[in-house]
């Protein structure tokens, strides 16, 4: 079994920062990527940001130049560093990752992110 345990969750002012950090651990077989959907109540679920073994990365347009995603390979560990957050950033962020190409095969248990004044 592989656990992803997200942290850094919480409460923000408008214009605020927060920086998720997501680790895998268990029977990791092999690591494609990882990366980060949110889901905002009433609101489908979307990609926010994701990260491949080798450093590419891709945004969703809401957050491109806002969010930068990284990660520490050695060990097994996603970031999502949010900046200039808005209140439609309010979503459960989860954590994914994924073995192979266009897979999420596991998924965090979610951090509540909220921005609000």
């Known amino acids: 079994q592989v656990q992803l345990v997200e942290s850094g969750g919480g409460l923000v002012q408008p214009g605020g920062s927060l920086r998720l950090s997501c680790t895998a651990s268990?029977?990791?077989?092999?690591?494609?990527?990882m990366g980060w959907y949110r889901q905002a109540p009433g609101k489908q679920r979307e990609l926010a940001a994701r990260?491949?073994?080798?450093?590419?990365?891709n945004y969703a347009d809401s957050v491109r130049g806002r969010f930068t995603i990284s990660r520490d390979n050695a060990k097994n560990t996603v970031y999502l560093q949010m900046n200039s957050l808005k209140p439609e950033d309010t979503a459960v962020y989860y954590c994914?990752?994924?073995?192979?190409?266009?897979?999420?095969?596991?998924w965090g248990q979610g951090t509540q992110v909220t921005v609000s004044s």
């Open positions: 268990g029977s990791i077989s092999s690591i494609y990527a």
């Open positions: 994914t990752l994924g073995v192979r190409p266009f897979s999420n095969d596991y």
């Open positions: 990260i491949t073994s080798y450093g590419t990365t």
